[in-house]
């Protein structure tokens, strides 16, 4: 750690990988749910644990990502960081609405936490994802831009790399097109079209900036490739990202009452975006491969190596497979879009907030990478997760199929539920895989509690 | 003639020309223009097999045959599943989309790592599909 104001992103990544074990744990109960109907009804009916499992996903996230930032651009631009207090009590504050904020969804009925939060002052509740109440939405704002100020004040006083500029771009963009979720049209078409702007348009356009600028600054420092060159994919990667993912959020046009041209826009510009995932997976294989010395982190190239891989077959692959309108069409809505949505947040931001969390932590630590020992033992967990999320996206895959050709294909079609008994097995199978998931969440956490000779972090 | 030092840290795209064109190739075919890109592969190789460099021979070679097996593969497996399983059976769809899209992402991730190869000049040999090669 070059800076000492960079410690500020320690508890944004142990805030992180806790809620992570949150997100995990609520993961397996709606699993068990999926095949034991009333399990923890009516405490936690499958609606809440569903919300709690995708919100927490997207909080632990955001801290990984403001974690990063705070490591990241005090070391790109070469000073220390604006305001390290400001960072840290920006830290309390978003740990704090976020855990209330989950409180709120287990402990109180969801119509009851909207009365009590002012949603009838300005109604924003109640919608996929943006379920947050009014309060904590107003609260991420702040916490937001309290973080955009600090962090550009810093990249503003110091060297201004493409690295930092990338990373400030999709912040910035983060928070942002995060504002269109306190826009909420009484017209269903209109909601929904504008919703994509926070939900697509965050994890097809501006995040993705975000995780190359991450990769980048990981990739620059464990293979010691020039600057220079690893700039150049950068800049290649943001305009494929940009280029294909905006006008790409058109294949979440379909079939919502928007006009017809949005098939043929979405379809085209969406089976494009698999590029710039392609282009992350050579980009990260070739700055691996050109490397002369072996870092000592050995587990963080790994982690960086299987994002671009496991970005390139859950946001790409899995993506095309169900994009063109004719295709959507049957799948719209399926547990192929669940297989897609488990393996593209994996491999894409999960994958990417743990690389530099790997790279960053022993650091942060004091020294510049974990025992040898311990380094296994993280290894071991990348496995264990990535194969299990491997196999969950193809039981969901096997399931969604199954569920479209029964409900949707044939030519006697099952309702829902007589579908859902169908692809029982699939189920189970993926819940075994998602205990597999979970043991490997485990072996991650403890790696960073297993002691042995560590790289020694060598100062001028 | 020996292969010039490249510096891997500093240069952009050390790999000769021709090598990375023919693994480019070898991806446009299985992921934007299907058939199209194979043609063109299959020019470059006929015309470039005798006279280019031995490295550029090995990525036109290796591209051109993992191309003629792994297509064959990915749909001479799937035409077999509908015709065997039948094409009003759901399971054929299972197991036919999923056979077809997890072969195509390894086909996809073998031409990955033989670009990267290409870019750095380094041989490459696509596992079991590709031919051995030669010393």
Known sequence: MKYTSQSVALPYFIAAIGLFVGQIVFGLAMGLQYVVGDFLFPEIPFNVAR?????????????????????????????????????????????IAGAATILGYLLVDYATLAEMTGNNILATMGREFLEQPLLTK????????????????????????????????????????????????GNLVKDKFYWWWVVHLWVEGVWELIMAAMLAFVLIKVTGVDREVIEKWLYVIITLALVTGLIGTGHHYFWIG???????????????????????????????NRR?????????????????????????????????????????????????????????????VLTIISYAMPLLRGRAANSQRAQVVEMWSFWLMTISMVFITLFLTAAGILQVWLQRVSDTPMPFMQVQDQINLFYWMRLWAGVVFAVGLVTYVTSFFIKGESKPLITP | MPEPEHDLLKEDLPG???????????????????????????????????????????HL?????????????????????FLLGGFANPWSWVVGVLYFVCFHAMLILFGVIGLNRAMLARPYRFPIIGPKLVE
């Open chain 2, 16 to 58: 000769p020309p021709l090598a990375v064109a023919a693994e480019s190739l070898f991806l446009v075919n299985l992921m934007i223009a299907p058939g199209l890109a194979f043609v063109i592969l299959v020019v470059l190789w006929w015309r470039h097999r005798l006279s280019a460099p031995a490295l550029a021979r090995n």
């Open chain 1, 138 to 185: 107003i609260g991420i704002v702040i916490v937001a831009l309290a973080f955009l100020f600090n962090i550009s004040m810093t990249m503003l006083k110091g060297r201004k790399t493409v690295i930092s500029i990338v990373m400030l771009l999709g912040l910035w963009g983060l928070a942002i097109f995060f504002l269109f979720s306190f826009y909420n049209p």
């Open chain 2, 61 to 81: 070679k290796q591209t051109v045959v993992a191309s003629l097996w792994g297509g064959g593969l990915l749909v001479g497996v799937s035409v077999a599943v």
């Open chain 1, 292 to 352: 002369r010395r072996e870092h000592p982190n050995k587990a963080a190239v790994l982690w960086a190596l299987g994002t671009g891989v496991m970005a390139f077959l859950g946001a790409g692959v899995w993506g095309f497979l169900h994009t063109l309108a004719p295709v959507n069409f049957y799948t719209h809505g399926s547990q192929i879009t669940a297989a897609h949505g488990h393996m593209a947040f994996y491999g894409a931001y999960v994958l990417v």
């Open chain 1, 258 to 288: 928007t006009p017809g041209y949005w098939q043929w826009w979405g379809s085209i510009f969406s089976a494009l975006e698999p590029i710039p995932f392609f282009a992350m997976t050579v980009f990260a294989f070739n700055m691996v």
């Open chain 1, 51 to 95: 919300m709690v499992h995708t919100n927490l996903l997207i909080v632990w996230l955001l801290f990984g990502f403001m974690g990063a930032a705070y490591y990241l651009i005090p070391e790109e631009a070469e000073t220390e960081l604006y305001s390290p207090k400001l960072a840290l009590l920006m830290f309390w504050i978003f740990l």
